[in-house]
C-alpha cells in the first residue's frame, strides 16, 4: 500500500521548509519493508535546539521482520533523538541510532521469527542555518543546491567499500562483479555498530534535501533526481521520483522524503519570536555565571562602602580604592547587564561530506527520455479501456513540451511530460484501487462454504 504525506502548517517556524513524503510498495514486492517519519519542531525553541527531524529506513529479514524493523528503526531513533536534549545534535543522533539498534537486536533475540532482521536508518536534522545526518546502510541523503545535487551520506555496502577502500578487499578485483544489494552495516544484525554523524553543514534558504531508500537510488541516476528537485515542489517531485522508479521496474520498495528550506530567520512581527530573542538574549545562568554575578556584588558593595567612606571620613585613598572597585564591577557585569552573550565555540565539524556530485541543470538527454516515456505510456493507455485518462489534457501537455523542446527550453520540456507521467500514473493507481475494493467486497459477499 502506498504511504504519502505532505505537510505545510501554519506556524511561522513550521514554514521555514515545506516537505512531503511518499513510500510505494514497488512493482514486484508483496509488502513494503520501507518506513518513514516526519517530525517538525513544534515551537521555536525545539527548533533551535533539534530542529525539525525526518527519519528514512529499509528493513531486511525474512517474512515480515524488515518491515518490524524499518518501523521501529522510524519510531525509536527520532524519540531517542528528541529526548536527549542536554547534548549537542551530533551526539544525540549517534545515540538515537544506537539505542534503537539495540531495541531491534532485543525484538529479534526474543522472537525466532524475528531473528537477524535489520534495517538501515538515516537521520536528518534541520535547524535554523545548520543541517545533520545520522546514517547506517545504503539508504541516501542528497541536497540541492546551487544548480548541483550532493550525495551527503557514504553508502555502506560491498560495492562502495571495494570501491573507495580496494586495500581491505583484496579479494575483488572488478566491482562489476560485486552483488549491489549487500550492506556491510545495519541495524539490528550488525555487532559493535559504528554509526556516521555528518554535520554541522551550513543550510542556506533554498536548500532542498532528498532522503531515500535504494529503490529509488537503484533506478534513478543522481543527474535525474537533481533535475526534478530543481523543477518541482517537494510534492510534485517525490511523486515523479516514485513513479520514475516504477516505470523502470520497481523491484524494490521505494521511499522519497524532499525536504526545502524556505528560512533560517523568525518573521520581525512574529510575538514568540520576539520572545525568543528576548530570551536567547539573557539565557539561564549557568555556574560561572553565577560565579561573575557574585565578583560583580562584592566589588560593587566594596565601591559603595569607599564611598561613603570618602565622603563621611575623608582621605584621596578611599576614592581611589572606590573607583578601582567601581571599575571593576562594570567590567565583569557589563555582558549581564547588557544582555552581551560571548559566541559559543564553534562545533567540531563531523563527515566528509558530500560524497558525490551531479549536475542538476536540465539535460537533453533527460528531455528525450521522458519525452519517450510519454509516448509510450500514452500508446498503453489508448490500449487498455479499462483506464480513461483526459485525453484533452494530455495532449496539451505534451503538444507543450514539444514546444519547448523545439525552442531548446529542456526545463519546460522536462516540467510538462512530467506532469503527464504524474497525471497518467495517478488514473492507473486509481484502477488498480477500484479493482482491489471489487475484488475485496465480491470475496466478502461469497457465503462460506463448508
Not at 513510500?23 to 525553541?45: E, I, L, T, Y
Not at 547506517?136 to 542528497?142: E, P, T
Not at 559603595?304 to 576614592?319: D, K, V, Y
Request: hydrophobic share 40%.
Amino acid at each position: 500500500m502506498d504511504a504519502d504525506k505532505t505537510e505545510k502548517t501554519e506556524a511561522w517556524w513550521s514554514k521555514s521548509l515545506v516537505y512531503s513524503a511518499r513510500s510505494d510498495v514497488g512493482m514486484k514486492r508483496r509488502n513494503n519493508q520501507d518506513s518513514f517519519s516526519a517530525h517538525p519542531a513544534p515551537s521555536p525553541r525545539v527548533w533551535r535546539s533539534r530542529g525539525h527531524v525526518f527519519v528514512v529506513a529499509d528493513g531486511m529479514g525474512a517474512h515480515k521482520a524488515g518491515e518490524l524493523a524499518s518501523k521501529i528503526a522510524a519510531t525509536e531513533a527520532p524519540q531517542s533523538y528528541l529526548k536527549h536534549t542536554a547534548t549537542p545534535p551530533t551526539e544525540a543522533l549517534r545515540n538515537a541510532l544506537l539505542e534503537a539498534h539495540d531495541v531491534i537486536r532485543r525484538r529479534g533475540e526474543s522472537d525466532p521469527s524475528f531473528r537477524d532482521m535489520g534495517t538501515t536508518c538515516d537521520m536528518l536534522v534541520l535547524t535554523p542555518g545548520a543541517g545533520y545526518i545520522g546514517h547506517v546502510g545504503d539508504s541516501r541523503v542528497y541536497r540541492l543546491r546551487d544548480h548541483v545535487v550532493e550525495q551527503m551520506t557514504f553508502d555502506h555496502s560491498l560495492v562502495w567499500e571495494v570501491k573507495y577502500y580496494p586495500q581491505s578487499h583484496s579479494s575483488y578485483r572488478q566491482l562489476d562483479n560485486i552483488p549491489k544489494n549487500i550492506i556491510t552495516r545495519s541495524l539490528g544484525p550488525t555487532e559493535n555498530l559504528q554509526v556516521d554523524v555528518e554535520g554541522p553543514f551550513e543550510t542556506r534558504p533554498g536548500d532542498t534535501f532528498l532522503m531515500c531508500s535504494d529503490g529509488l537510488s537503484g533506478r534513478v541516476e543522481d543527474a535525474e533526481i537533481g533535475q526534478i528537485l530543481e523543477l518541482f515542489s517537494p510534492a510534485d517531485a517525490t511523486e515523479a521520483l516514485v513513479n520514475l522508479a516504477n516505470l523502470r521496474g520497481g523491484p524494490d520498495n521505494c521511499t522519497v522524503v524532499v525536504a526545502r528550506v524556505v528560512s533560517n530567520e523568525a518573521p520581525e512581527d512574529a510575538e514568540d519570536a520576539k520572545a525568543a530573542r528576548v530570551y536567547e538574549k539573557r539565557p539561564p545562568l549557568s555556574i560561572p555565571a553565577w560565579a561573575f554575578l557574585s565578583l560583580t556584588a562584592i566589588f560593587g558593595i566594596l565601591a559603595t562602602i569607599f564611598l561613603i567612606c570618602h565622603f563621611w571620613i575623608g582621605g584621596w585613598s578611599s576614592l581611589g580604592i572606590a573607583a578601582v572597585s567601581l571599575a571593576a564591577f562594570l567590567c565583569i557585569a557589563s555582558p549581564t547587564l547588557f544582555g552581551v552573550k560571548k559566541s559559543a565555540a564553534p562545533t567540531e565539524r563531523l563527515g566528509r561530506a558530500p560524497y558525490a556530485r551531479a549536475s542538476a541543470t536540465p539535460s537533453v538527454a533527460f528531455c528525450d527520455y521522458l519525452e519517450q516515456t510519454c509516448e509510450q505510456l500514452c500508446a498503453q493507455m489508448h490500449n487498455d479501456p479499462n483506464v480513461e485518462p483526459d485525453w484533452a489534457g494530455v495532449n496539451r501537455a505534451r503538444t507543450l513540451a514539444t514546444q519547448a523542446r523545439a525552442k531548446n527550453d529542456y526545463a519546460g520540456s522536462i516540467r510538462a511530460n512530467i506532469c503527464v507521467v504524474n497525471y497518467i500514473m495517478r488514473e492507473v493507481r486509481k484502477y488498480v484501487e477500484l479493482v482491489k475494493r471489487t475484488r475485496s467486497h465480491q470475496t466478502s459477499q461469497e457465503p462460506n462454504r463448508e
